[in-house]
């Protein structure tokens, strides 16, 4: 009976975690991709609005993982590796070069982590006004937190919340 597994206690490989990462991650910016070209932010779809939305639902989705453990911390690194992945994929996608990868991805990195530590301070400090000052100074180019578009965004956290139950 030993080649009967109970594969819920099994623990996860570093390749099972990449896979489940990269499943969130992809719905995560099929999301984002949909809010920015759906008109509802009135704003022009381009690349910088669909990295801060996809940036936000991460680090959304980052806050989830917090109280879930090692799981939940191995999790968190997977989603943010795939982060990377995705961005440098989508960056050679649009022409970028070997040469000027490495300085956009570090400014693209510097960035994201920037963003992420912001709205996690917020998030784990239950302070509102800040979520929506950031969304609107990221997201949303400076734009107010009192702006409708900043609650059209922050409606999405709920979305993205339970992509972890799913």
């Not at 960035?111 to 100074?137: E, F, H, K, M």
């Amino acid at each position: 009976m030993s080649w009967l597994v109970d594969r819920s206690k099994k623990k996860r490989t570093d390749a099972e975690w990449r896979i489940r990462a990269l499943a969130i991650h992809d719905r995560l910016v099929a999301r984002a991709l949909e809010l920015a070209g759906g008109g509802r932010l009135e704003m022009e779809d381009g690349f910088d609005l669909r990295f801060d939305l996809v940036v936000l639902f991460v680090s959304r989705t980052l806050y989830a993982l917090n109280n879930r453990g090692d799981q939940g911390r191995r999790l968190q690194q997977a989603l943010w590796d795939a982060l990377f992945e995705g961005l440098d994929h989508s960056l050679r996608q649009r022409g970028v070069n070997d040469i000027r990868m490495a300085p956009r991805m570090r400014r693209l990195f510097r960035d994201a982590t920037g963003r992420r530590d912001a709205y996690l301070a917020a998030w784990r400090d239950g302070d509102d006004p800040a979520i929506r000052r950031a969304v609107g100074r990221n997201v949303l180019n400076g734009a107010a937190g009192d702006d409708p578009r900043v609650a059209v965004i922050i409606a999405e956290f709920e979305w993205a919340d339970g992509l972890l139950t799913k």
